[in-house]
């Protein structure tokens, strides 16, 4: 294992075992819940909106250790962000994941979310780490049924 796959192993575990912004949210505006039934993944996210930013978010749910960290680590990437912000990261992240090209110009939006680039060498993993993403998408449209994976 290479030493950056070593780093990467560290921010997940760590991202997993202390979930940032696990909490519901007062005042929130919306939520969602996602389920990955692959794994038994849940998750639901909370938004606070202001204009067209994300004035707050949170997350509260259980799974496996690759979705908690990637719900703890969007919490992070996304506060204070615009929808359409959120909307590309969004799409930098599932190519990240699924193995797809990035363009060097979107690389360095992803920050921290970059630990999730060896999911994509594994499919199943592919669904917990883009769940909580999906139920952002989902709280994000006021849509009111479960987001799934599938
Ligand atoms: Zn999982």
Redesign the pocket.
Known sequence: MSELDTLYQEVILDHSKRPRNFRPLENSDRHADGY?P????KVTIYLRLADDRIADISFQGS?????TASASILTEALKGKTRAEAEALFETFHNLVTGQPVRPEDAPALGKLAVFSGVSEFP??V???S?AWHTLRSALAGEPAVATTE
């Open positions: 990955n692959l794994c038994g993944d799974g496996c250790a690759i979705s199943v993993r669904k917990c780490a769940l």
